[in-house]
T-cell receptor, first 115, second 109 residues
Framework: GAVVSQHPSRVICKSGTSVKIECRSL??????MFWYRQFPKQSLMLMAT?????????EQGVEKDKFLINHASLTLSTLTVTSAHPEDSSFYIC???????????FGPGTRLLVL | GQNIDQPTEMTATEGAIVQINCTYQ??????LFWYQQHAGEAPTFLSY????GLEEKGRFSSFLSRSKGYSYLLLKELQMKDSASYLC??????????FGAGTTVTVRA
């Protein structure tokens, strides 16, 4: 149980375009999903917390207009990187947790390369 | 705050034991997680300590001392497949994780 999927696993796009990444909890309902970014040889940095049916909460320094998060259902959250630039190239990982539980289950990650 | 400190790298021999230490500031945390991450993959859950003491789970054990702001992950009977990054993460009461930079463990034959 507690499987989280992400799509796509890898994406290459041109600078200035937008990219949407999906995060799904496959066998449980996730009231909360988290989005992280990881640069090479660095740890995961929390970008935002996504709660179903409400606006996402962004960490300090993360632009909410650039990283649009939608958590439309208990099994799906999406992250859209708008007007992507080469410095947005990174490994984006989502996680999901059950209501009231602290353990987060991670998706397989999406590697974004912006040319 | 929750500054998490752990060593950058460790090397050990197949079959040996390795202990990865993690220290953190004690304010505002509920528990401590350990995750394993292979290169290019997402982290996988290893353990979660809320109470002080040692929790054993097969070849992996995790220890927590809340008063000292200290945890360790113990890997026994090391196998080549254990070569990975091990992430220590504290969780606050709003369920957010703060990760350390990770310890890269290299297992040699």
């Amino acid at each position: 149980g507690a499987v989280v999927s992400q799509h796509p696993s890898r994406v290459i796009c041109k600078s200035g375009t937008s990219v949407k990444i999906e995060c799904r909890s496959l066998d449980f309902q996730a009231t909360t999903m988290f989005w992280y970014r990881q640069f090479p040889k660095q740890s995961l940095m929390l970008m935002a917390t996504s709660n179903e049916g409400s606006k996402a909460t962004y960490e300090q320094g993360v632009e909410k207009d650039k990283f649009l998060i939608n958590h439309a259902s208990l099994t799906l959250s999406t992250l859209t990187v708008t007007s992507a630039h080469p410095e947005d190239s990174s490994f984006y990982i989502c996680s999901a947790s059950l209501a009231g539980q602290e353990t987060q289950y991670f998706g397989p990650g999406t590697r974004l390369l912006v040319l | 705050g929750q500054n998490i400190d752990q060593p950058t790298e460790m090397t050990a021999t197949e079959g040996a034991i390795v202990q990865i230490n993690c220290t953190y500031q004690t304010s505002g945390f509920n528990g401590l997680f350990w995750y394993q991450q292979h290169a290019g993959e997402a982290p996988t859950f290893l353990s979660y300590n809320v109470l002080d003491g040692l929790e054993e789970k097969g070849r992996f054990s995790s220890f927590l001392s809340r008063s000292k702001g200290y945890s360790y992950l113990l890997l026994k009977e090391l196998q080549m497949k254990d070569s990975a990054s091990y992430l220590c993460a504290g969780v606050t009461n709003d369920y957010k994780l703060s990760f350390g930079a990770g310890t890269t463990v290299t297992v040699r034959a």
